[in-house]
């Protein structure tokens, strides 16, 4: 194999398009005039979106071009990345602002907003994989993880959509382990078909980290084209801390 060519330095003289999520929970720490204020000091010709749905940001990644830069949250990052998916000549730029920011985390990029776009200065672009799952609602794309059982059961129970609240996420962790079920599955790894077995929780992992930073693929790395795959069996869930039936007395 041919040594991989050194990583290029992010072009700081063509345009920069900022897309900027005032729901992300950093989002009071600075304002998109500030942002684009601190873009034009690095040399960027930057434009703002605004959006506020998801229509809104495809309208406005649908011409962008040069350096895409998103502040926000993971899932803002992921719907930006999916838009532009495949399409030359872009770079997507990372602005954490959200609550566990596990792919700014995952690229080193953290900080306040304004010193993270300071930092773009010396930065080097990455390429970073997705993940391609395909089920039966369809096909889609991850950044992070995709997977089943208790973890994937209390995220659909709490609905990252209807907004964060540690009221509803206690009562979505209450919810969905009161009657949690392992769930049966047949794994097929790297061409080795393996036995059926029942998992409490199963976590395919691009990045170290997924939802509120559970850190669970400390090896992870996002450009070496394989995934992890985190397993724990039914009878291992008293020794992980996960809900189960009481044991003989």
């Known amino acids: 194999m ?3 060519p050194p990583p290029a330095r992010l072009d700081l003289q063509g345009t920069a398009t900022l897309i900027f999520n005032t729901n992300a929970g950093g989002s009071e720490a600075c304002t ?6 601190e873009l034009h000091r690095l040399g960027f010709r930057p434009v703002y979106r605004a959006t506020d749905s998801e229509d809104d940001l495809e309208h406005a990644l649908a011409d962008a071009h040069g350096t895409v830069f998103v502040a926000g949250g993971d899932g803002t990052i992921r719907a930006a990345a999916l838009h532009l998916a495949g399409r030359p000549g872009i770079t997507l730029g990372v602005i954490p602002m959200g609550t566990a920011n596990n792919i700014g985390r995952m690229l080193g990029v953290q900080g306040p907003p304004l010193e993270v776009v300071a930092s773009y200065r010396d930065a080097l672009v990455q390429p970073f994989d ?3 799952v395909t089920a039966p609602w369809g096909e889609d794309l991850f950044l992070e993880a995709c997977g089943c059982g208790a973890f994937a059961d209390v995220m659909a129970e709490y609905d990252p959509e209807e907004g964060k609240s540690p009221v509803r ?3 979505a962790l209450s919810t ?3 009657d949690f079920e392992p769930v049966t599955v047949t794994l097929s790894l790297d061409g080795e078909v393996l036995p059926e077995t029942s998992y409490v929780l199963l976590e395919v992992m691009n990045t170290k980290a997924t939802g509120p930073r559970l850190r669970m693929a400390t090896s992870a790395d996002t450009h070496d084209g394989l995934l992890d795959v985190i397993r724990i069996d039914a009878h291992e869930r008293e ?3 996960l809900p189960g039936s009481p044991g003989p007395r």
């Open 169 to 171: 996420a206690a009562q």
């Open 2 to 4: 041919s040594a991989a």
């Open 32 to 37: 998109p005039d500030h942002l684009v204020e």
């Open 130 to 132: 997705m993940g391609r």
């Open 176 to 178: 969905a382990l009161r």
């Open 239 to 241: 020794g992980a801390g």
